[in-house]
């Protein structure tokens, strides 16, 4: 297969407006997803996915380290579930893809902005912290950004080579 890259992406974490502390170190991310995390309160605090399946729960594994979740991590139906439980249910933190929270435009989105906390995420506690933000992103301080592919199985140079080709270029970069 043609392996090509088009974009950068990032997961994004989302905290229920009650949580006090709205930074975490990857090490910090580690501990909650694998110790029975609580907050100042003795509360345990929830980690929602969008599904057992889904590519973030892959990707936090890769960047932690982490190869079983605790109990209180689980996943939901979609990303959309994942916005709603963190809005209503206290001591809790949702993982989801950064295209969910930055759309400005989306009026949808804006009224969800107003019910989460958008976390910051640093290398370690020394580090900077950061919020989920396309210069960040792009610059790849963000911590948990990730790389976009096309993969073509095209045996001959077709239509999804050439689709592949307009993606990657300045032009179809810019749309």
Excluded: H
Aim: charged share 25%; proline share 2%.
């Amino acid at each position: 297969p043609r392996i090509t890259k088009i974009a950068y992406d990032a997961v994004a974490l989302i905290g229920s407006k009650d949580l006090e502390d709205s930074t975490f170190s990857i090490s910090e991310l580690k501990t909650l997803l694998i110790a029975e995390g609580k907050n100042s309160d003795s509360k345990k605090i929830k980690v929602v996915f969008d599904n057992n399946n889904s590519s973030t729960i892959s990707f936090l594994k890769e960047k932690t380290g982490v190869t079983k979740f605790s109990s209180n991590c689980y996943a939901l139906n979609s990303s959309k579930a994942v916005l709603d439980y963190v809005s209503k249910e206290k001591n809790s933190i949702g993982v989801i893809g950064v295209n969910w929270i930055s759309d400005r435009d989306d009026t949808t989105n804006l009224s969800f902005l107003k019910s989460v906390k958008v976390m910051e995420i640093s290398v370690n506690e020394s580090s900077e912290y950061y919020k989920p933000y396309q210069a960040y992103i792009a610059q790849k301080i963000y911590p948990l950004w990730r790389e976009v592919y096309v993969i073509s199985k095209e045996a001959y140079t077709g239509l999804g080579t050439g689709l592949t080709a307009f993606i990657a270029s300045e032009r179809g970069q810019r749309i």
